[in-house]
């Protein structure tokens, strides 16, 4: 088959599913986007819902609530919403450390995922951003590269 024709399936795909629940990831932070903008935005929403189930779940588990005072949450995480290049650094290189997320210390090393690609990054990070009451907006890769890039991490 055609790679033309199946993109074109899936961006369709993607528009129907997405019209069909009116627009339930439109949000504040997405309102301002050009069409092009919205629509990518809701692409890198359903990748990156697929890549934090597969990358992520185990630990900040499925409604992004953490573990405990084990692993820190992702939904309305102060932490994770104040430095937007260093929540995509940690995706990608991971960290150890300290860290204080809602006023809790949290000092569990997050392995580093560096087989993601930046396309990746920035939708996880997306979806992260703009799920369980967050409203972060959307991430281009080409931010998010630039974010990666200046990374404070050992090679």
């Known amino acids: ?17 997405f019209s069909c629940d009116g627009g339930a990831h439109e949000n504040a932070a997405t309102e ?17 819902r697929v890549l934090y189930q597969l990358y992520c779940t ?11 005072k084990l692993i820190p949450p992702l939904a309305k995480s102060d932490y994770m919403l104040d430095d937007i290049g260093r929540t995509a650094c940690i ?3 991971g960290m150890e450390g300290t860290i204080i997320v809602n ?10 995922n560096e087989q993601l ?20 907006g959307y991430f281009s890769v080409k931010e998010i590269s630039i974010q990666l890039d200046s990374c404070n991490h050992f090679d």
Not at 32 to 48: A, D, F, I, P, W
Not at 103 to 109: E, I, K, S, T, V
């Open 1 to 17: 088959m055609n790679p033309w024709l199946i993109k074109i399936l899936g961006i369709s795909l993607v528009l129907f599913l």
């Open 32 to 48: 301002n986007l050009s069409t092009q903008e919205k629509m990518r935005y809701e692409q890198y929403m359903v990748q990156g």
């Open 58 to 68: 185990n630990c900040h588990q499925e409604d992004g609530s953490g573990l405990g």
């Open 91 to 93: 995706i990608k290189y």
């Open 103 to 112: 006023g809790q210390d949290y000092n569990q090393p997050m392995p580093a």
């Open 117 to 136: 690609t930046d396309i990746e990054v920035a939708q996880i990070l997306t979806y992260i951003t703009n799920t369980w009451s967050n409203e972060a």
